[in-house]
């Protein structure tokens, strides 16, 4: 079956960084463009960043063009999230869904001083 395993998260301080990753497991992961999404505190899910299946199309949301880059690596199965100047609203739970049919487990972002 398809899954999905976030890691990275962690607390940072304004202005740090982070790195989020997502494994895709039972799916070829090649063949989807693939989202990061994220809960964030008494707020509904935003989208966050979406790319492309081979990676030449990313987008991004308002919010946090010019600090997170998302990327993805087809040979090992894996998306990434680098998490720049990041700021106390990026505080979220983050997750990777395929097609918003599937979901990881999410990876908890804390930015705080």
């Known amino acids: 079956q398809i899954q999905l395993v976030e890691s990275g998260g962690g607390l940072a301080e304004p202005g740090g960084s982070l790195r989020l990753s997502c494994v895709a497991s039972?799916?070829?992961?090649?063949?989807?463009?693939i989202t990061w999404a994220r809960q964030v505190p008494g707020k509904g899910l935003e989208w966050v960043s979406g790319?492309?299946?081979?990676?030449?199309?990313?987008y991004y949301r308002e919010s946090v063009k010019g600090r997170f880059i998302m990327s993805r690596d087809n040979a090992k199965n894996t998306l990434f999230l680098q998490m720049n100047v990041l700021k106390p609203e990026d505080t979220a739970l983050y997750y990777c869904?395929?097609?918003?049919?599937?979901w990881g487990q999410g990876t908890q972002v804390t930015v705080s001083s």
């Open positions: 869904t395929l097609g918003y049919n599937y």
């Open positions: 039972g799916v070829t992961f090649s063949n989807y463009a």
């Open positions: 790319i492309n299946s081979d990676g030449s199309e990313i």
